[in-house]
């Protein structure tokens, strides 16, 4: 059983910053792309951030120059630093990563697993 767990949410005024984390867990063979997405109240879900296993790094338009994804291989955990919140940054805010496990003798199974959601709230 794999689990990714988030940490690092909360409440914190404009212009300020949050660390989000999000550790894998269970029966690991390796991870291949990191992610964070985040959804908004009424908005489908959107990608902010995602990271190769060899650090490559793509970020949405919106979040570009203040945010920072990155990820700690050995943990098998995955960043979100944020920098310069603004309001519109509130949201709920998701860990994904694509999981290799192995299946049966053999045989490995890769799959897309996503962490419960941390909730972000950007006000004053």
């Known amino acids: 059983q794999v689990q990714l767990v988030e940490s690092g949410g909360g409440l914190v005024q404009p212009g300020g910053s949050l660390r989000l984390s999000c550790a894998a867990s269970g029966s690991i063979l390796s991870i291949n792309a990191m992610a964070w997405y985040r959804q908004a109240p009424g908005k489908q879900r959107e990608l902010v951030a995602s990271i190769t296993s060899g650090g490559s790094t793509n970020y949405a338009d919106s979040v570009k120059g203040r945010f920072t994804i990155s990820r700690d291989n050995a943990k098998n955990t995955v960043y979100l630093q944020m920098n310069s919140l603004k309001p519109e940054d509130t949201a709920d805010y998701y860990c994904?990563?694509?999981?290799?496990?192995?299946?049966?003798?053999?045989?490995?199974?890769?799959?897309?697993?996503w962490g419960q959601g941390t909730q972000v709230t950007v006000s004053s």
């Open positions: 994904n990563a694509e999981i290799v496990t192995i299946a049966a003798p053999s045989r490995l199974r890769r799959s897309d697993y």
